[in-house]
Every structure is written in C-alpha cells, then in structure tokens.
C-alpha cells in the first residue's frame, strides 16, 4: 500500500467527486481510498508498478494538475519534476513575485512555456511542477530558471527556444 499527502483544498476537491476517483481506479487498476482527516490517498493495487504509477499520479494532482493532465505519467516516457520555490528563497513575497512572473500577464508566460516545450505547468503552493519527457521538461526548466534568476521573459523564450533546437535539431 501506498500513502500520498496532499493539500486539505486538492483532497476536498477530490472528495467532492467521486467520478474522479473512479476514473483513477479504472486507470491505475488500484483501490484508492480517502483519509481526510489526515490529507491523505492509501492506494492498493495487486502490484508494486501499479501502485507506483497511481501514487505519481495522486501526487501531480495534488501539486495542481487535473487528472487528466496527471494522467500522462501512466503514459512511458512521461515524467514530472517538481521546483520548489523555497530552494530559491524563502521570502514569502519573492516566492509570490516568482509565480506571478511565471504565470504571466492573463496566464500568456506560462502559456508559451507550456506551448513551446510541449509540456504541461502548474503553479501551485510554494512549487512549480512540469510534466512531460524529459526534454521537454528540460526546455521548460530552462525558461523557468532563467525567470526565477530574475531574467525577462524574452531572455527566458530566447533560452527555451536554444533548448528546443538543441533538443529536435
């Protein structure tokens, strides 16, 4: 069995629709039970894998994903990395400036991110988690560094649009 943390507004949420945990049951082919109390998902499944898989899901979802974008990490080669922002400072401001930088005017810097690296961003708490292979999330790290560093946004799209040609020639 397997034990997943997460945020008491993502657990209620998960709470409030049952589809969802059927539809993670169905495509984990695992139990997934509830504990609200504790801000938690026991998942059981008849193997290590399946559990595995199911707990990575569970735990992108709990980082702000939907469940279907979490989904993708039962897909091979589909991985998710997960910066967390108190690593950089712990200047509860500057973690907010971070992510609003991120984000962008109307959600349009992340939006480019996510667009030019073919991969999939959330913003959430004090983290910023991508999905995707792993170029992908490196072409998006790249971007998303060069903005936490403090460097504009064009200096971020110049650097994942290097990172994009180096990866796909």
């Not at 629709?17 to 039970?33: D, I, Q």
């Not at 595995?52 to 994903?65: C, E």
């Not at 974008?69 to 990395?81: F, H, P, S, V």
């Not at 073919?118 to 995707?132: H, M, N, P, Q, R």
């Amino acid at each position: 069995m397997e034990r997943v943390y997460i945020p008491k507004v993502r657990i209620r949420l998960l709470a409030r629709s049952s589809s969802m945990l059927k539809e993670l049951e169905r495509l984990t082919a695992c139990k997934v039970k509830l504990d609200i109390g504790e801000h938690c998902v026991d998942i059981s499944g008849n193997d290590a894998y399946s559990e595995y898989m199911a707990k990575s899901v569970m735990s992108a979802y709990g980082r702000g994903f939907d469940l279907k974008e979490a989904a993708k990490l039962l897909i091979e080669d589909y991985y998710i990395k997960i910066i967390d922002l108190k690593d950089w400072t712990r200047n509860k401001e500057r973690i907010k400036r971070i992510k609003s930088r991120i984000i962008g005017t109307s959600g349009r810097a992340k939006a480019r991110i996510e667009h030019e690296s073919s991969s999939e961003i959330s913003v959430y708490g004090e983290t910023i988690a991508v999905i995707g292979k792993l170029d992908q999330i490196e072409e998006a790290e790249t971007a998303i560094h060069t903005i936490i560093k403090g460097g504009s946004h064009r200096l971020a799209y110049k650097r994942l649009e290097a990172a994009h040609k180096a990866h796909n020639g």
